[in-house]
C-alpha cells in the first residue's frame, strides 16, 4: 500500500509560479516510478511528467516542457513539481500517483496509487 499527498496548489496569475509536493508512506519511495497527471473540467485525466525510481530518467508532456520540473528526494519521500511561466491553460487538478511495479513509465494504466488531488487555477 502507498498513500500519496498532494499540496500546494493555489490560485496563481499567468506567468507565475508555483511548486506542488507529493508526499508518500507505505512501501519503500525510491522502489517505485513516479508521475504527476492533471485533469480540466470536461477533459481526460493525462500525464504531465514522470521521474524514475532513482530520478535520473524524466518525462514531461509537450505542452509543459521548458516550463515545468519534476524532482523527488527519496530521503524526504516525497516528489516535486516546480510550475514557472503558468499558462491559463494550466489549470486543472493535479494528481500525483505510484507505479510500483514500475522502475519508469508513462503509461497510465501502470500508476496504481492516486493522490486525492490539488487544484490549480491560473487566472488571465
Known amino acids: 500500500q502507498v498513500q500519496l499527498v498532494e499540496s500546494g496548489g493555489g490560485l496563481v496569475q499567468a506567468g507565475g509560479s508555483l511548486r506542488l509536493s507529493c508526499a508518500a508512506s507505505g512501501r519503500t519511495f525510491s522502489s517505485y516510478a513516479m508521475g504527476w497527471f492533471r485533469q480540466a473540467p470536461g477533459k481526460e485525466r493525462d500525464i504531465v511528467a514522470a521521474i524514475s525510481r532513482s530520478g535520473g530518467i524524466t518525462f514531461y508532456a509537450d505542452a509543459v516542457k521548458g516550463r515545468f520540473t519534476i524532482s523527488r528526494d527519496n530521503a524526504k519521500n516525497t516528489m516535486y513539481l516546480q510550475m514557472n511561466s503558468l499558462k491559463p491553460d494550466d489549470t486543472a487538478v493535479y494528481y500525483c500517483?505510484?507505479?510500483?511495479?514500475?522502475?519508469?513509465?508513462?503509461?497510465?494504466?501502470?500508476?496504481?496509487?492516486w493522490g486525492q488531488g490539488t487544484q490549480v487555477t491560473v487566472s488571465s
Open positions: 500517483a505510484a507505479a510500483t511495479g514500475s522502475l519508469y513509465t508513462t503509461r497510465k494504466y501502470e500508476y496504481n496509487y
